[in-house]
């Protein structure tokens, strides 16, 4: 990256306090709180991350929680450099485990007990104002929740105690003298509604970070950011699904370099009923973005014949929606010769917000369009990057992108091709687009889409009988599917109204011919995950 251009990232212009990851299912929280709460900003990096790697200094460190143990043989530990760096250090549950471990590895151990829930927390009055300060003005007592197995089971060298539970006699410790801190509770979760208080103290007073960071700005930034990336010449061709990542992402890009920018929607065979059209209108008219509609659906569905297996599927989709980028790519720079807007197409624009980055098992390939391939001459640029759904929806609201876009559920790049188990071909598509309509359309009617973060109809492989008007019939089941979540790692089922479901079930079978059944799926993310493939 260009030196100036990492002069404008938000790490350079924001206080940041530097989140290391190890892999805990509330590491994002952190940054969340940190940022929307406290507006200390905050970057997640995995706990691997190797400090000379570093562009940044950061104001503080914070080491996540994680599902491992420290003593175990591959369990993960961060680069030692983190302690010469001078700066303040805060663990949680693993985090802090991971303190200890490094003074002297006797000092964490496997508990009698699993501690999941909620725990009183006793705050103890440290030696001197110092070790005092994570829990400044916190009183003497408050309610904690608690996650783990592994504890401390002495007091690290050094150390002194600063809060305890019934069950964690080390439930706080702070250096006697250095300004590293370790709790075993976790402050991020709601379920320590005084945990906030706990990270302020950490970021504002002990790190000195600015609590200044605001949407507004960032977008400022952003754009100045993204002139300096691109240069006077270079045009950008841009993945718009019309999703809410890519549309903001979009219409930042268009702000920053107006139409040196091309975004490109991919007709991929496998998007929603009228949707090419309908996000065509709403870019063009309504946000002035010029879009493309390339229409790869023969292509996409021709090499999906007779492919059976999930990954294999998303692979596919992933390779093909590279294939035609690069042949936009193309035509744009041959188009564009001997005009004003002549110059190469050097990026590529996605938006994708904030997944996680931690030491986590690869449960599916998430793509967006694929893994950008070496021979893909594109350097990608990824605005939102650093922003998860909630903040890329304040920020779209704040570039003045129409409410409904905003809130729109996300839907998969490999779009319905993961909600047809199994083959994909034209006739199940027709299918499975035809149930997802109505069944988005009788959720919008009854005024409950924004209360659940996502809803698709999924197509079953196999048949099942049915009885319809008398006749036989012999179709596939169409697998309803809405759920509420807040990071999409975690969700639950939405519970419906069961006179809603039944309306909705009596008007797929009625309407949708090639369905015989129902179902509602229940599963909650983990153990289920929020697609079907
Ligand atoms: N059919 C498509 N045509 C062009 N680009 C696409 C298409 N599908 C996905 N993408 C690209 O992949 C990225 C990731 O998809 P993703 O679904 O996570 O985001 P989104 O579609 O922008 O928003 P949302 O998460 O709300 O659906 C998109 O931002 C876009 O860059
Ligand atoms: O752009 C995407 N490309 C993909 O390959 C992909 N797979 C899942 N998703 C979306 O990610 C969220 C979590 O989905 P899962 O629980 O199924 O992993 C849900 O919101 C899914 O819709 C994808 N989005
Ligand atoms: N939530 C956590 O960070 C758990 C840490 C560790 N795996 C334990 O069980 O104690
Ligand atoms: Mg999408």
């Known amino acids: 990256m260009a030196a100036n251009v990492e002069a404008e990232a938000p790490h350079n212009t924001f206080d940041t306090i530097l989140l290391l990851d190890f892999g805990s299912q509330t590491s994002h929280l952190i940054l969340r709180r940190l940022r929307n709460e406290a507006r200390v900003y905050c970057e997640m990096l995995p706990c691997t991350t190797k400090l000379a790697e570093l562009t940044f200094k950061p104001k503080g460190i914070i080491l996540s929680g994680g599902p491992a143990s420290v003593y175990d043989k591959d369990a993960p530990h961060v680069d030692p450099a983190i302690f010469d760096l001078g700066v303040p250090i805060l663990g949680i549950c693993y985090g ?186 709403t870019l063009d008219e309504h946000l002035g973005i010029n879009l493309t509609v390339v229409d790869g659906a023969e292509l996409f569905l021709s090499r999906l014949k007779g492919v059976n297996e999930p990954e294999k599927k998303r692979k596919i989709i992933g390779a093909t929606f590279i294939d035609l980028f690069q042949q936009e790519a193309l035509r744009i720079e041959k188009e564009a010769e001997n005009t004003p807007n002549a110059g190469p197409v050097e990026w590529f624009l996605q938006g994708t917000s904030v997944s996680y980055k931690g030491p986590s098992a690869t449960i599916k390939t998430h793509h967006n369009v694929g893994g950008l391939p070496e021979t893909l001459k594109l350097k990608l640029i990824e605005p939102l990057r650093e922003l998860f759904k909630d903040e890329v929806r304040e920020f779209g609201r704040e570039l003045g992108i129409h409410r409904d876009l905003v809130m729109r559920h996300p839907f998969p790049g490999p779009g319905l091709a993961i909600r047809i188990l199994g083959e994909v071909d034209a006739e199940r598509v027709a299918i499975a687009r035809a149930a997802d309509h109505i069944f988005i359309s ?3 009617a009854a005024g409950v889409y924004d209360e659940m973060s996502q809803a698709y109809v999924a197509i079953s492989k196999d048949r099942a009988v049915g009885v319809q008007g008398d006749a036989r019939v012999y179709g596939y089941i169409a697998i309803l599917r809405a759920v509420k979540t807040l990071d999409f790692m975690s969700a639950e089922p939405y519970n419906f109204d069961f006179a809603l479901l039944k309306k909705i079930s009596t008007r797929i079978v009625n309407e949708v011919e090639g369905i015989a059944r129902v179902t509602y799926d229940i599963t909650s993310k983990p153990p289920g995950t929020i697609e079907m493939e």
């Open 442 to 444: 009788e959720i919008r």
């Open 96 to 281: 802090c485990q991971e303190l200890a471990w490094r003074i002297d590895s006797a000092n964490v151990a496997g508990g009698k007990i699993r501690e999941y829930g909620h725990a009183d927390v006793t705050i103890h009055n440290g030696a001197n104002s110092h070790t005092n300060r994570l829990f400044a003005g916190l009183g003497e007592t408050m309610h904690a929740y608690m996650s783990h197995f592994d504890k401390l089971v002495k007091l690290p060298e050094g150390f002194e105690v600063i809060a305890s539970t019934q069950n964690s006699e080390y439930a706080g410790i702070a250096h006697q003298t250095k300004p590293i801190y370790g709790v075993q509770f976790h402050p991020e979760l709601e379920h320590t509604p005084r945990g906030i208080e706990i990270l302020r103290n950490f970021a504002i007073e002990i790190c000195g970070a600015q609590p200044n960071w605001e949407m507004k700005d960032f977008i400022k930034k952003e754009i100045v950011r993204i002139r300096h990336l691109v240069g006077d010449r270079a045009q950008v061709i841009g993945a718009v699904s019309g999703g809410v990542d890519s549309t903001v992402a979009a219409k930042l890009m268009q702000e920053a370099i107006g139409d040196r920018f091309h975004a490109i929607l991919v007709n991929n065979g496998v998007m929603r009923l009228n949707e090419c059209e309908q996000v065509k209108e």
